[in-house]
């Protein structure tokens, strides 16, 4: 894009716009990444894994911090599980078996959070959970 961008024309004009739509997603991604550090520590990992993976140098600033957060076993864990559903909602569900499937995942996902071993007033823990249980009520047999 880059080098599409210094030759010049038409090519060159959309490729300086999708570049700027790649830098203005990157921007966004990072400043929900620093403000979900505090309250939301297992968005900020699971968020940051994807934008480790699309942008590494921008994402180097943000390694060591997360690197700490990631050391801790149930961040960790609701870093996983908030992955999961982003796969996984990310799967059709146009058929019932499907739905079914999907419902399925998401309650057993419900009961593997429950026996986590956290504060039920974690702020973290809560959002993954309803995140969860949003997706789950969609998911739900007789629901289209």
Request: charged content about 30%; aromatic content about 4%.
């Amino acid at each position: 894009m880059q080098t599409r961008t210094a030759r010049g024309g038409a090519a060159a004009t959309e490729a300086k716009a999708i570049l700027d739509r790649c830098t203005e997603w990157a921007d966004e991604m990072e400043a929900g990444i620093r403000d979900a550090l505090e309250t939301l520590p297992s968005k900020a990992v699971a968020d940051a894994q994807i934008y480790m993976r699309t942008v590494p140098k921008r994402a180097a600033s943000l390694k060591k911090e997360l690197a700490e957060l990631a050391k801790d076993p149930i961040v960790n864990k609701l870093a996983t599980s908030r992955a999961t559903l982003l796969k996984l909602s990310k799967i059709s569900a146009d058929t019932p078996n499907a739905r079914k499937k999907l419902y399925g995942q998401a309650k057993m996902q419900l009961r593997q959070l429950s026996t986590l071993a956290v504060d039920e007033a974690n702020e973290d823990y809560q959002d993954v959970k309803a995140l969860w249980e949003a997706f789950a009520e969609t998911m739900a047999p007789g629901k289209k």
